[in-house]
């Protein structure tokens, strides 16, 4: 069984940072050659929006919401199983429960593209 982890989310400052992390355990590590993995945000009361990808298939290319890039950077470790979110300049606006996913498929910008799914984890942003 696959399991996604999130770790990393609490509470700061506007303008502040914070760095997330997804471990995936399990069958994941070396099975999905061709997928890709990502980050995802439901804020009270909002749809699950689309954070950020990456894909190593072919070489590793990353993947934004517009409304997102510039600001956030997303990144994979050495292996396939680890996935990292760097967040700058935060604003409360981005205050919510982050979440971390994988696909089998490649990558997408819906719920739907994906296999795999953290528990997620709390970002607050205090102005």
């Known amino acids: 069984q696959v399991q996604l982890i999130e770790s990393g989310g609490g509470l700061v400052q506007a303008g502040g940072s914070l760095r997330l992390s997804c471990a995936a355990s399990g069958a994941y590590g070396g099975a999905f050659s061709r997928g890709g993995m990502g980050w995802f945000r439901q804020a009270p009361g909002q749809e699950r929006q689309f954070v950020a990808a990456?894909?190593?298939?072919?070489?590793?290319?990353?993947y934004y919401a517009d409304s997102l890039k510039g600001r956030f950077t997303i990144s994979r470790g050495n292996t396939k199983d680890a996935v990292y979110l760097q967040m700058n300049s935060l604003k409360p606006d981005d205050t919510a429960v982050y979440y971390c996913?994988?696909?089998?498929?490649?990558?997408?910008?819906?719920?739907?593209?994906?296999?795999?799914w953290g528990q997620g984890t709390q970002v607050t942003v205090s102005s």
């Open positions: 996913a994988a696909s089998v498929r490649g990558w997408g910008r819906q719920v739907y593209d994906y296999d795999y």
């Open positions: 990456i894909t190593w298939s072919g070489g590793t290319t990353a």
